[in-house]
């Protein structure tokens, strides 16, 4: 398993996208908008790829203000879920957004994640609130 950046607009990318759409967006009758994925150009991107060269797990690194990042987009391929592949991916993302010189990670965590998330040290903050139809949460994290 190798994880690693991949750049905006690359076939790495594009496949990425792809498992997004997959785990996280059919499920929900919804789409992605050239417009959304045009907005990506100044994110991180990352993505675990398997053996055989396929995206099995990505993410959205987005930058905010004062040394925050947004977790966005967390993707894990369904064969692989349950498997400890979001834990790696989530402390990767930990450790290159510090290394980027972020000081805390912000994540809107759908209800059914909270519990990943607050495993992984996260911490909830404020009352829940809709985004993309369903319940969210807005956890944060000192890198």
Sequence with gaps: MII??????????????????AVLRKPLNLEFSAEELDNEFDSFHLAALNDH???????????????QIKMRQVAIREDFQGKGLGKVL???????SYEQD???????SRDVAMGFYEKLGYTKVGEPFEEVGIKHFRLEKKL
């Design 53 to 67: 060269d396929e995206v099995v797990g990505c993410l959205v690194l987005q930058p905010l203000e004062n040394q």
């Design 90 to 96: 989530v402390n990767f993302s930990e450790v290159f």
């Design 4 to 21: 690693k950046e991949i750049k905006h607009g690359s076939e790495d990318y594009k496949r990425t996208v792809e498992l997004r759409d």
């Design 102 to 108: 972020f000081n805390e990670m912000i994540v809107h």
